[in-house]
C-alpha cells in the first residue's frame, strides 16, 4: 500500500510510535488522518500539526471505537488503512493482580478486536482495505520481567495472523509491527542498559521508515529491528537451546523491566 491519497486511521497516536507514524503517513501524502488517543490534548495537538483530526478515544470501550469509525468515515468517506497502536506495559509475573491483567489484555488485545470489528464489514464489502497492528518482537519471542506484555502481545500477533489468514481472499491486507526497544515515552528510564537497550535503542523517526516499507511490500512481519528475525529463527529451531539463553538474559536483566525481549 501506498500512503498517498489514503484515509488512515491511528490510535494511540498523540505519543511515540503512534504520533510518529502520523507524522510520517501525513509527509507520504495520506489524504486523511484521525489520530485518536486517550490523551485528548495529545492527539488534537499531533493532529493540527499534520493536518488531521484528533479525537479522545479509549480503545478498550468499543463504543468509543466504533464512535471513532464512524466518525472517520463520516467525515472522510472509507477507512484505507487503520493502525491499531495503542498499548501499554505492566511489570510483574503471575502475581499481578487480575485487575491488571483485564486492563492490560484489553489495551494490548481487545483494542485490535474492537478495531477490527468496527472496520471489517466496511472492508469486505468493498473488497479492500488494511489493518496494520502494533505487537511487538515481544509478542514474537517474550518480555523479560513481564508476562503481562508477552502474553497479551503474543495475544496480539495471534490475532493478526488470524486476520490475514481468514480475511485475505476477501481483499483484507494485514500487517503487524514487532519492533524491540523504541525510544518512547513507554521505554523512558531504561535506555541505561536495561533488557530494552541490548540490541540499542531505535527512534521512533527510523521505526516510520521501516512501516512505511513494510506497508509499501504489504508484508505481513513489519520487524524494524532486523535481529528479530534471526531470533525468531533460532527459537523455532531448538526452543529448548532459546529457552536456556533467555534465562541467561533473564539472570542478567531480572527484575528489570524493558520493553521487547530476545
Ligand atoms: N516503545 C517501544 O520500545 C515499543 C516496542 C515494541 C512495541 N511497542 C508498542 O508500540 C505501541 C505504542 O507504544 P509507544 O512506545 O509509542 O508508547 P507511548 O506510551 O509513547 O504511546 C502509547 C500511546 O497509547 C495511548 N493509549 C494508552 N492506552 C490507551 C487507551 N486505552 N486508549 C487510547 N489510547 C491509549 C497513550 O495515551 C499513548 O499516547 C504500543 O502498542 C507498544 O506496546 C513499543
Redesign the pocket.
Known sequence: MQLAGKHVVV??G?????RAMARRFAAEGARAIVV????EG?AKSVASEIGGSGLG????DEAQVQALVASAERESGPIDLLCS?????IAGGVEVPDAEWTRIWN??LM?HVYGARAVLPGMIERGEGYLLN?????GLLSQIGSAPYAVT?HAAVALAEWLSITHGHQGIKVSVLC????R????AGSEGGGV?GVDGMME?EELAECVVQGLAEERFLILPHETVLTYIQRKAGDYDRWLKGMRRLNDQFGGKTG??GQ
Request: avoid cysteine; charged fraction near 10%.
Open positions: 490510535t494511540g498523540a505519543s511515540g510510535i503512534g485518536a488517543d486517550l490523551d495529545g478515544v479509549d480503545v478498550t497502536n495503542a498499548g501499554i506495559a489495551v494490548n483494542s502494533t505487537a511487538s518482537a515481544a502481545k519492533p524491540q526497544a523504541v518512547t515515552a513507554m521505554t530494552a521512533p520493553i521487547s
